[in-house]
C-alpha cells in the first residue's frame, strides 16, 4: 500500500490523503449526506485544479473509513454509477466529467472539473431572506431544467436536485452535480433517496415508486424555485399555497404545475417545463 501520510483538520479530525491516484490532493471540501462519500480539491498531473471524489475516508482513523467502504457497497456502486453516468453526459449545465480510476488505499474515484463558485446553498445564504430575485432564480431553473433535459434524454433521472447539488463557477455559470443516486428506466428505486423537503411524493410511498421517472425531477424544481422566491421551503402543501400568494401570478402557476401530487398533472417533459418558464416575462 501507498504511505500517504494523513494531514489532519484541526475542524473535525478528518483524515486527509495528500494524493489519490495521480492527484495531489489540497483540501477536504465536503461529505456527501447520506453517504461516506467525501470530496477533496486536488492538482491534476497537467496542474488543474479538480474535484476528486472517493467513498470512505469520513471516520476517525483511516482504517476505519476503509472498512466502511468495504460495508457500504451500496454507496462504492453509487459512486462507480455517478462515473458511468457522467461519462455518457455533455452539457454546459452539467459538472463535467474527467476521469475515474483506483487508488491502492482510497479505492475508486471519480475525477470532475473544479466549480470555484461554491454551491447554491451558499449563494442563497447571502442574498436578504434568503430571497433571490426573480430573474436571476428564473434563469438558475432554465438552466438547471435543460441540464436534467439533457439526462432524460438518454435515461437518466437525477433524484436529488437540491441546492448542494448545484455549483457555480466563478463567474456564476450553474452546472447540476452528483448523480450518486440517479436511476434509469430500469432501475428499483428504493424508497426515501433522496433528500427532505425536495423528494416528489412518489418518492416518499413504497406503493407509488412505480411512478418515479422524469417528471419526478421537475417536482425538485418547482421547489427549488419556491425556495428561491420566498426564501425557504414550506413544511406542509397548504402552507405553500399560502405563501405562494406573494409570488407573481406566472410564476405561482408554473411551480403549482411543476409540485402537483399526481406527476401525470405535472409538466410532461424539462423540455416542456424550460419553454414556459423562459415564456414568463
Excluded at 476503509?66 to 459512486?79: G, M, N
Aim: glycine letters at 8%.
Amino acid at each position: 500500500m501507498v504511505d500517504h501520510q494523513f494531514q489532519y483538520s484541526e475542524q473535525n479530525d478528518i483524515p486527509i490523503p495528500q494524493t489519490i491516484g495521480e492527484y495531489k490532493v489540497i483540501e477536504f471540501v465536503s461529505r456527501d449526506t447520506g453517504s461516506q462519500g467525501s470530496v477533496y480539491k486536488a492538482i491534476g498531473p497537467d496542474d488543474t485544479l479538480v474535484a476528486v471524489k472517493v467513498i470512505g475516508n469520513s471516520f476517525e482513523s483511516y482504517s476505519h473509513s476503509l472498512i466502511a467502504a468495504l460495508i457500504e457497497e451500496d454507496d462504492l456502486e453509487a459512486l462507480k454509477r455517478e462515473a458511468d453516468i457522467l461519462g455518457k453526459l455533455n452539457h454546459s449545465n452539467i459538472v463535467k466529467f474527467l476521469d475515474t480510476g483506483e487508488d491502492s488505499e482510497c479505492g475508486t474515484y471519480i475525477v470532475m472539473e473544479w466549480m470555484s463558485g461554491g454551491n447554491l446553498r451558499k449563494m442563497l445564504d447571502q442574498y436578504p431572506g434568503k430571497k433571490v430575485p426573480i430573474v436571476i432564480a428564473s434563469d438558475i431553473v432554465s438552466k438547471i431544467l435543460s441540464a436534467i433535459g439533457e439526462a432524460h434524454n438518454v435515461g437518466i433521472t437525477h433524484l436529488d436536485i437540491k441546492p448542494e447539488n448545484i455549483l457555480l463557477t466563478e463567474d456564476g455559470t450553474v452546472k447540476l452535480s452528483d448523480f450518486g443516486i440517479a436511476g434509469n428506466n430500469t432501475d428499483k428505486v428504493l424508497v426515501g433517496r433522496g433528500t427532505e423537503g425536495y423528494m416528489a411524493p412518489e418518492q416518499l410511498d413504497i406503493y407509488k415508486t412505480n411512478l418515479i421517472g422524469p417528471r419526478t425531477d421537475i417536482y425538485s424544481v418547482g421547489i427549488l424555485l419556491m425556495e428561491m422566491l420566498i426564501g425557504h421551503i414550506p413544511t406542509e402543501k397548504h402552507m405553500a399555497q399560502d405563501i405562494l400568494q406573494e409570488v407573481p401570478t406566472k410564476l405561482r402557476e408554473f411551480i403549482n404545475c411543476a409540485i402537483e401530487e399526481n406527476p401525470g398533472l405535472r409538466f410532461s417533459s424539462a423540455t416542456e417545463a424550460l419553454r414556459h418558464i423562459v415564456a414568463i416575462e
